[in-house]
Nanobody, 122 residues
């Protein structure tokens, strides 16, 4: 019943900016963390940025100083502001969330969005 829907991907020139958003909906009791991962061709999926509820955001070294992750808790939405984009940022970006889905069931579930393509041209 839970889904994560990403938006904001596209084609941008090197040095440009994009803002990704991911809205979680469905049976959500509490969200422990939300983040962004990316996967380029022939590479493993890697963490880009993650923010834990009540904690500080974490960033991959490759994006520190360029990307900013933020959350709108009222909307169950996480954003990724990407500035000074480089061709090596080209990848499919996936939204991720760790959450409880029920007041009575305590398990933590890991959900993924469908992915949004980000292409940075040189």
């Amino acid at each position: 019943q839970v889904q994560l829907v990403e938006s904001g991907g596209g084609l941008v020139q090197a040095g440009g900016s994009l803002r990704l958003s991911c809205a979680a909906s469905g049976s959500i009791f509490s969200i422990n963390a939300m983040g962004w991962y990316r996967q380029a061709p022939v590479k493993q999926r890697e963490l880009v940025a993650r923010i834990i509820s009540g904690g500080s955001p974490n960033y991959a070294d490759s994006v520190k100083g360029r990307f900013t992750i933020s959350r709108d808790n009222a909307k169950n939405t996480v954003y990724l502001q990407m500035n000074s984009l480089k061709p090596e940022d080209t990848a499919v970006y996936y939204c991720n969330a760790l959450m409880r889905t029920s007041r009575t069931e305590q398990n933590i579930y890991n959900y993924w969005g469908q992915g949004t393509q980000v292409t940075v041209s040189s």
